[in-house]
């Protein structure tokens, strides 16, 4: 069936780096963006990604292979308050419809 | 900057109720809203996408008569849960785009719980 799937949990060491995988199955696909949701608050926008390859956003990067419907978060020097769910949500062919992976949340351990 | 508030963050209904939701961009016009629901179990569900000059376009398993959206202008948006049960818990998000932009500003959310 369609959906996005990631891990529910991913739990890293402060000072080194995590990554979050995301992987999907739509109809169509027109873009993929990274949110971060800490508890009780709306999404962050993170990051969008449309062409295979890695972005290199700094402290946040992303990375896209579309013939395998997968993505990555790769958050690099975690800090403690990295500590967050980060959700990847898929743009299907119908321009605005987007469809939510349910997250992974991420512990930074000092 | 993009800011975009939501009314009220936090509501107690009685089974059978409904409540009513507001979603305000500042410092842009949004071309359009789409309004959420993040359920406790945190699964992320559209419910509707609301563009200018567009009818409003519901996903499957929400309709109009359940929850009616007015979006009257490019700064605002309601949203109404009617006859609102314990299904309909959650916190409910609603996300303005500007122009062809990826980015989704979102609100704070307004957070239902029904009794």
Partial sequence: GQGVEQPAKLMSVEGTFARVNCTYSTSGFNGLSWYQQREGQAPVFLSYVVLDGLKDSGHFSTFLSRSNGYSYLLLTELQIKDSASYLCAVRDTNAYKVIFGKGTHLHVLP | ?115
């Fill in chain 2, 1 to 115: 900057g993009a800011l975009v508030y939501q009314y009220p963050r936090r509501t107690i209904c009685k089974s059978g109720t409904s409540m009513r939701m507001e979603c305000q961009a500042v410092g842009f016009q949004a071309t359009s809203v789409a309004w959420y629901r993040q359920s406790p179990q945190k699964t992320f569900e559209l419910i509707a996408l609301s563009t200018v000059n567009s009818a409003i376009k519901y996903e499957q398993n929400f309709t109009q008569e359940k929850f009616p959206i007015s979006h009257p202008n490019l700064s605002f948006s309601s949203m109404t849960v009617l006859n609102a049960y314990l299904e309909d818990r959650g916190l409910y998000l609603c996300g303005a785009r500007v122009g062809t932009e990826d980015t989704q500003y979102f609100g704070p959310g307004t957070r239902l719980l029904v009794l």
